[in-house]
């Protein structure tokens, strides 16, 4: 089945700096690569994804590129603020059948330093 | 506000108790999702619902009862638990198939098992 690594573990940033999380993942039949935003003690939400025929996705401080011969996808924010602090988690999924099974990555906790 | 409606937000149960959560969304999503999630990790997929019908168990112990009476609900009833059992139990729902399937997460049970 699909395994998906994520790293790193933890990241501590500055404000308005940059983060990067990158992810690995195992089957190359996913086609689905979504990244999730968690806050202490709320829902996951989702905050951007890309789909395997497209290499880079963008939504104003978020974007996220895909290499797909690699299986590597990778979240980077930019101009990092407080708010942005939360753990992350990469997921990937072959949502081919009927339903969207979702493997996620262990998470990235970022701490955004103001 | 969250489109994906879990109830109770937190449950304590003894280890002969039988309980149950409950799921609802009426965003017109026909799969629906069982996670569980243990502190500091990530969420791991429990059961699938395709058309109200379980098409994913990702073999979970029979303590675990799964039920879909209707495309809006989703419910799992708890019977004779382990304290490890002790989680946050994340419900999610999403469109069957097509292009656009993201995950929506509720905001999850926290269940404490004593």
């Known amino acids: 089945g699909e395994n998906v690594e994520q790293h790193p573990s933890t990241l501590s940033v500055q404000e308005g700096d940059s983060a990067v999380i990158k992810c690995t993942y195992s089957?190359?039949?996913?086609?689905?690569f979504p990244w999730y935003k968690q806050e202490l003690g709320k829902r996951p939400q989702l905050i951007i994804d890309?789909?395997?025929?497209?290499g880079e996705k963008k939504d104003q401080r978020i974007a996220v590129t895909l290499n797909k011969t690699a299986k590597h996808f990778s979240l980077h924010i930019t101009e990092t603020q407080p708010e942005d602090s939360a753990v992350y988690f990469c997921a990937a999924s072959n949502d081919g059948g009927a339903t969207n099974k979702l493997i996620f990555g262990t998470g990235t906790l970022l701490a955004v330093q103001p | 506000d969250t489109e994906v409606t879990q109830t109770p937000k937190h449950l304590v149960m003894g280890m002969t108790n039988k309980k149950s959560l409950k799921c609802e969304q009426h965003m017109g999503h026909r799969a629906m999702y069982w996670y569980k999630q243990k502190a500091k990790k990530p969420p791991e997929l429990m059961f699938v619902?395709?058309?109200?019908?379980?098409?994913i168990n990702e073999s979970v112990p029979s303590r675990f009862s799964p039920e879909c009476p209707n495309s809006s609900l989703l419910n799992l009833h708890l019977h004779a638990l382990q304290p490890e059992d002790s989680a946050l139990y994340l419900c999610?729902?999403?469109?069957?198939?097509?292009?656009?399937?993201?995950?929506?997460f509720g905001n999850g049970t926290r269940l404490t098992v004593t």
């Open positions: 619902y395709s058309y109200e019908k379980l098409s």
């Open positions: 890309i789909r395997s025929n497209v």
């Open positions: 999610a729902s999403s469109q069957v198939g097509g292009d656009n399937s993201p995950l929506h």
């Open positions: 089957d190359s039949a996913s086609n689905y």
